[in-house]
């Protein structure tokens, strides 16, 4: 097999599928922009003065990274089940399991790495706002300079590196466990 046909074959399986894999890419990069606003907001340095504002931030990032996980487990089921009949056709044209397995691995690194570039982009573009927003609610003084968090930036990259890798796993184990005519 062709040095790069692989990543090839998975950039081509995402654009072919787009309409599967949008609403997917959609939803990832929305949990990150959440996430990355939620830890952001918890080590933002004025709400980390406030000792009852801080650790209620904390319990809501845990929440947000407990809900990413459910959410984005979920939908990456969804697009799994209609990939099923493409990768049995793979398998019955002459790609192996290993194949099949390592194209998965590839088009999970791309959806990854684009959720991550966009979520965390638009979460530093609405960092401010939000930022603005909480302080109105909580009546404080909305003197503060901006900052990109980049211990949020660091627990986004950890999460959903997780998340990420658990959902491989279990497209993994979806192929593997199957033969091809289930498929």
Not at 12 to 29: H, V
Not at 106 to 132: D, H
Request: a positive charge.
């Amino acid at each position: 097999m062709r040095k790069g046909f692989l990543p090839r074959l998975a950039a081509t399986g995402l654009s072919s599928n787009r309409q599967t894999y949008l609403p997917y890419f959609l939803t990832c990069t929305g949990t990150v922009l959440m996430f990355y606003n939620m830890c952001a907001l918890t080590y933002h340095t004025s709400v980390m003065k406030n000792v009852s504002v801080g650790s209620l931030m904390s319990i809501g990032m845990w929440v947000t990274a407990i809900f990413a996980v459910i959410f984005l487990f979920y939908t990456n089921s969804f697009v799994i089940k209609r990939r099923k009949k493409e990768f049995g056709i793979y398998n019955i044209l002459g790609l192996e399991k290993k194949h099949i397995g390592i194209t998965m691995l590839f088009e999970s690194l791309y959806v990854y790495l684009g959720s991550m570039v966009f979520g965390i982009g638009l979460g530093i573009l609405f960092n401010k706002l939000i930022t603005l927003l909480l302080y109105r609610m909580l009546r404080f003084d909305p003197n503060f300079r901006f900052e990109i968090s980049s211990r949020a930036i660091l627990y986004c990259a950890v999460l959903f590196a997780g998340i990420a890798l658990l959902n491989l796993l279990y497209n993994l184990l979806q192929v593997r466990l199957s033969n091809p005519i289930q498929l």
